[in-house]
C-alpha cells in the first residue's frame, strides 16, 4: 500500500445557528438532538458542541468530515449542508468550512 492510498480528504467545519423562542436548555437539546445524532451516526463524520453551550437560543458545533478521495468528501459535505437544511429546527447563521 503507498502513501497516497493512505491518504484522507476532508473537512472542518464551523456550524453556528439560532434557535428562535428557545426558553430553556432542555428545549434546546430537544430542538438539536435528533439531527446530532442522526449525523452523528455517519462514520465519516465527528460532530461535538464548541461553543454556546450555556446559551440558549444560540449553538455551535464544529464537525470533522473524512473521506477517502476528494469527490466522495465534497459529496459528503453537501449531504451534510442539506441534512442540516432540512432537519435542524434552528436558522443557521453560519456555515464554515476548511480543508484538511
Do not use: Y
Not at 51 to 70: F, K, M
Not at 72 to 94: K, P
Request: charge should be neutral; glycine fraction near 6%; hydrophobic fraction near 35%.
Amino acid at each position: 500500500m503507498n502513501n497516497e492510498s493512505r491518504v484522507m480528504h476532508g473537512f472542518v467545519i464551523r456550524l453556528e445557528f439560532q434557535l428562535q423562542g428557545c426558553s430553556s436548555l432542555k428545549e434546546k437539546r430537544q430542538r438539536t438532538s435528533g439531527v446530532r445524532e442522526k449525523l452523528g451516526r455517519q462514520p465519516h463524520l465527528a460532530i461535538i458542541e464548541s461553543g454556546q453551550t450555556d446559551s440558549l437560543q444560540t449553538g455551535e458545533w464544529t464537525l470533522i468530515l473524512l473521506a477517502p478521495n476528494r469527490a466522495t468528501a465534497d459529496r459528503h459535505l453537501s449531504q451534510l449542508e442539506q441534512t442540516l437544511a432540512q432537519s435542524l429546527d434552528a436558522r443557521i447563521t453560519l456555515f464554515e468550512q476548511e480543508p484538511l
